[in-house]
């Protein structure tokens, strides 16, 4: 499980919310020479991290509730009638 969280936490430390230590650094960098395998398992979390720093811009709270239905009771335009 050590080794699952080192790729994690090089995502955190360049989103700037952990710091590495020198024996994590070394075992990502070991990772990264076996086949990539530290980047690829870095590559979703830190996209997933990208996405949580835009949540508060692209997610607005939806408008609240006022107890009525929009289209429902008195229309603010008079009634159409032919003449």
């Known amino acids: ?33 076996a086949f990539g395998a530290g980047y690829f398992a870095k590559v979703p979390v830190k996209k997933a991290l990208s996405e949580v720093a835009l949540a508060p811009e692209r997610y607005q709270s939806p408008a609240p509730v006022t107890g009525r239905q929009p289209g429902h009771g008195r229309s603010r335009r008079p009634p159409v009638t032919d003449r």
């Open 1 to 33: 499980m050590y080794f699952a969280k080192v790729p994690v936490k090089k995502a955190l430390s360049e989103a700037g919310l952990a710091r590495m230590t020198g024996a994590e650094q070394f075992w990502y960098v070991l990772q990264c020479m």
